[in-house]
């Protein structure tokens, strides 16, 4: 099992330059999460999907755009990137809790936007 | 005030010290209480978690929590330089398997 992979590792975009981020995991996990990390401020959620086809933000959504057509894969798309969108960021999947179910980390994508 | 409050260090200890990370919380409704450990340029992972007040041991570690005081702690015994990553401390929160991260503390365990 590779469990949760991100692609690319890294990347620099020019301000107003759009990408999508692909997380994927081989887990069967029904829940999957998109973090954006930045010094000080710890893991923060931009949007987190609990099932194939559905989505729904979290705590700092704006500029950010997401999709879940398939069940092993959330996709994280920047229309129009930002300095401000320099970070970190880190996809999460989990099972769908009954209690409480561990939630397993990427490795993370460095995006410098300049 | 941010829901989860940490201490972002850095800590520097000698190697087999004992370590005591903290995070302080304001929703009296969270139940789960999370650790992840970050080492550099890696993704978290979970290292142990407890459910309402109480202690939690594994091995060298130990997960407190105390509920009243919305005060979550954890222990490292006999530190080692392996120990030397970022810990973030987690409340689940609400539906969904959310959590809240604290900003993290760094540690560095010199030999």
């Known amino acids: 099992n590779a469990g949760v992979t991100q692609t690319p590792k890294f990347r620099v975009l020019k301000t107003g330059q759009s990408m999508t981020l692909l997380c994927a995991q081989d887990m069967n996990h029904e829940y999957m999460y998109w973090y954006r990390q930045d010094p000080g401020m710890g893991l923060r959620l931009i949007h987190y999907s609990v099932g194939e086809g559905t989505t729904a933000k979290g705590e700092v959504p704006d500029g950010y755009n997401v999709s879940r057509l398939k069940k092993q894969n959330f996709l994280l798309g920047l229309e129009s990137a930002a300095p401000s969108q320099t970070s970190v960021y880190f996809c999460?999947?989990?099972?769908?809790?009954?209690?409480?179910?561990?939630?397993?980390f990427g490795p993370g994508t460095r995006l410098t936007v300049l | 005030q941010k829901e989860v409050e940490q201490d972002p260090g850095p800590l520097s200890v000698p190697e087999g010290a004992i370590v005591s990370l903290n995070c302080t919380y304001s929703n009296s409704a969270f139940q789960y209480f999370m650790w992840y450990r970050q080492y550099s340029r890696k993704g978290p992972e979970l290292l142990m978690y407890?459910?309402?007040?109480g202690n939690k041991e594994d091995g060298r570690f130990t997960a407190q929590v105390d509920k009243s005081s919305k005060y979550i702690s954890l222990f490292i015994r006999d530190s080692q330089p392996s120990d030397s990553a970022t810990y973030l401390c987690a409340p689940l929160s609400g539906g969904y398997n959310k959590l809240i991260f604290g900003a993290g503390t760094r540690l560095a365990v010199h030999p």
């Open positions: 999460a999947s989990s099972r769908d809790p009954s209690s409480y179910n561990e939630q397993f």
């Open positions: 407890t459910y309402s007040s």
